[in-house]
């Protein structure tokens, strides 16, 4: 790949929520620090998955949308997300996330290069995944409790398989510097947040109905299981591809993750 950029690839592997949060604001900060210093910036395209599983909530959604009692009762961890968006359960999925300068691109237009990549990378398995060509109206549902979940409703160039929501994203600016992570829903565990929302029973049923209709996972349209690994793999061979880039392993020692919160939440 003469030429081409060079960029960071690591799996951090089964962290807690708190873990997996922390380190990726650390790696925003890891990466300001360089820019600050004048540094080459290099782009990091971190993988990892969640121990023990996890409500992860958006920076700006109330915890009250959670039944926080259900969720300890059964061993389920509650982190809030550097991120906006709304409620996800991370369970069988694969984590993605980067950390980049945002080259002056916009929100939406940085947004599409990477779900680009991410489709990119996912059409390796045979299948023909595509982006969403649509967003709901937010504003809309803002207040609506069916809508507490992330997979219930599609934003803008998230990857779809037929109609159905695959991968769900948000993405956060820190001055030059972005970070982007989201969910690869590989089995069907997710839909089970709808056992933690803090709402009634009808809308408990509607949202469960949201999500069997309009959400779908790897093991599900590949008709098998799907290993990890092998995500990861079609992964970064489609942001080489998207970025013109090369996937380097990262080399170093794991980045310590601090016990207070860390300067990139400010």
Not at 59 to 67: F, G, M, V
Not at 224 to 243: H, L, M, T, W
């Amino acid at each position: 790949m003469s030429g081409a950029r060079r960029w960071l690839s690591m799996y951090t592997g089964e962290r807690d929520g708190q873990f997996n949060m922390r380190f990726d604001l650390q790696l925003v900060n890891r990466f300001r620090g360089r820019l600050e210093r004048s540094q080459t910036s290099v782009p990091i395209l971190r993988f990892y998955e969640w121990k023990p599983y996890c409500i992860s909530i958006g920076r700006n959604q109330a915890e009250s949308d959670i039944d926080v009692l259900a969720a300890k009762r059964d061993g389920i961890d509650i982190v809030r997300r550097p991120t906006g968006g709304k409620a996800v359960l991370h369970a069988e999925e694969l984590t993605y996330s980067v950390v980049m300068e945002t080259g002056g691109l916009s929100v939406i237009e940085s947004y599409n290069m990477i779900s680009g990549a991410l489709v990119d990378g996912l059409r390796t398995f045979g299948v023909d995944f595509e982006l969403s060509k649509s967003s709901a109206d937010f504003r809309k549902l803002f207040h609506d409790p069916a809508t507490i979940p992330c997979f219930s409703t599609s934003a803008i160039f998230e990857v779809e398989y037929h109609g159905k929501k695959l991968v769900g994203s948000a993405q956060r600016r820190f001055g030059e510097i972005l970070l982007q992570h989201g969910s690869i829903l590989i089995g069907d565990f997710h839909k089970r947040i709808v056992d933690y929302l803090a709402v009634n029973e009808d809308t408990r049923v509607k949202t469960r109905d949201d999500l069997a209709a309009h959400t779908t996972t790897l093991n599900e349209i590949l008709g098998r299981q799907a290993d990890v690994e092998s995500v990861i793999r079609a992964i970064e061979s489609g942001f080489e591809r998207s970025f013109d880039a090369e996937c380097e392993p990262y080399a170093g020692s794991m980045i310590p993750v601090e016990s207070s919160k860390t300067s990139a939440q400010q």
